[in-house]
């Protein structure tokens, strides 16, 4: 084998896949530690297509004559500043499994590489309890986070599973929990519970997030697709500081945008999958329930008057939470992200401009 090897691969999330067998085929390391190449390799491939789309491809090197072990180099045309990152998690992978790591900007071509130790004796650690782990992680991070990747991976692999055909591909699904499980176990204090509880909760919370970022089952304009994935990061973000969910008018306050554009990004935030008529939204009945068989016609005319006539009765609350679950069609948990409440109070504000709504018409009838 050559001691350095080069390939170049399309910029496409199909890559990812690629480069992760390609360095593979090239060193043999430990299940675990390749994972942990794995885990660095997809992040350097991702931000080439998050952060250089109009690239058409890049160039991956694996070199085994570095000094320190195995060097991975990931470089493509690049022509602008480059602003290293210093928070993150792709710069937490190459902080903490990594030896080193590094980026040069040279010539129109931006560089980022990191080194992993070669294969060698690893110390034994089924000895020692997590408490311990953790005590020790500051001397050697690598080889203790390694150990509790290795004690809870199958747990990883569990959650992961649970999600498949839901449109990610099998190998992202893993590599997305296996992140999770890193991310959790960074977090982690252990004189506050049982890691194993805590990296469930994040697993499924990351999957989760995957699913809603990017298994789109409907076509939706890209433009309006970042924004909508905007928007919920900043929601959520919102929610956590203000220690309840955010109002769409503090939202676009905070993104400098209109309440309508953050409307319209909530919206659209809801076709990244699609429902059968057998599921059951947040009322609990299945859509196939909640559609009638018989279409309106010209008798209706009348009936219809009077609704409305009921409706503009009503408290203007009520009218706004009848508008978005009707006329809108969101769920009762993105009403309570518009106008800043719980789910379960839309739930009873419904149930309340319902049966307002009955008790006026059967007054009108009795008339």
């Not at 040279?106 to 690893?122: H, I, K, N, S």
């Not at 999600?163 to 929990?177: F, M, N, V």
């Not at 400098?256 to 659209?268: I, N, P, T």
Request: charged share 30%.
């Amino acid at each position: 084998m050559e001691h350095v090897t080069t390939r170049t691969f399309p910029s496409e999330p199909a890559a990812a896949p690629q480069v992760r067998a390609f360095v593979r085929s090239l060193v043999e390391l430990g299940p675990l530690r390749q994972a942990e190449v794995d885990l660095m390799v997809t992040e350097l491939v991702g931000n080439v297509l998050r952060h250089s789309p109009d690239v058409p491809s890049f160039t991956v090197e694996v070199s085994t004559e570095h000094p320190l072990g195995i060097e991975v180099e990931v470089s493509h045309p690049f022509d602008r500043p480059f602003d290293p990152p210093r928070a993150g998690l792709g710069f937490t992978l190459l902080e903490k499994l990594s030896r080193g790591w590094g980026h040069t900007v040279e010539d129109g071509t931006l560089r980022v590489w990191f080194v992993v130790g070669r294969p060698g004796a690893v110390p034994r650690l089924d000895q020692l309890d997590e408490l311990e782990l953790y005590r020790r992680l500051d001397e050697d991070p690598p080889t203790f986070t390694e150990e509790l990747l290795r004690r809870h991976r199958d747990l990883a692999d569990t959650i992961a599973r649970r999600y498949r055909g839901k449109g990610i591909d099998d190998s992202d699904l893993e590599q997305i929990a296996l992140m999770a499980l890193l991310r959790a176990i960074q977090r982690f204090d252990p004189s506050k519970g049982d890691l194993r509880r805590f990296a469930a909760s994040t697993i499924s919370g990351e999957m989760k997030k995957a699913l809603r970022d990017e298994g789109w089952a409907l076509r939706v304009p890209r433009s309006l697709k970042e924004r909508a994935l905007e928007v919920g990061q900043v929601a959520e973000s919102l929610s956590h500081d203000l220690n309840r969910r955010a109002r769409i008018e503090e939202i676009a306050d905070a993104m400098g945008m209109s309440s309508v554009e953050v409307a319209e990004a909530l919206q659209a935030r809801r076709s990244y999958r699609s429902e059968t008529l057998d599921e059951a939204p947040d009322d609990g009945r299945p859509l196939k329930e909640t559609l009638s068989s018989d279409l309106p016609g010209p008798d209706d005319a009348d009936e219809r008057i009077l609704l409305e006539e009921a409706i503009a009765g009503l408290p203007e609350k009520l009218r706004k939470v009848l508008d978005l679950r009707f006329n809108h069609d969101m769920t009762q948990s993105e009403i309570a992200d518009v106008i800043g409440v719980s789910q379960m109070q839309v739930s009873r504000m419904l149930r309340d401009a319902l049966d307002r709504l009955r008790e006026l018409l059967t007054a009108t009838d009795s008339v």
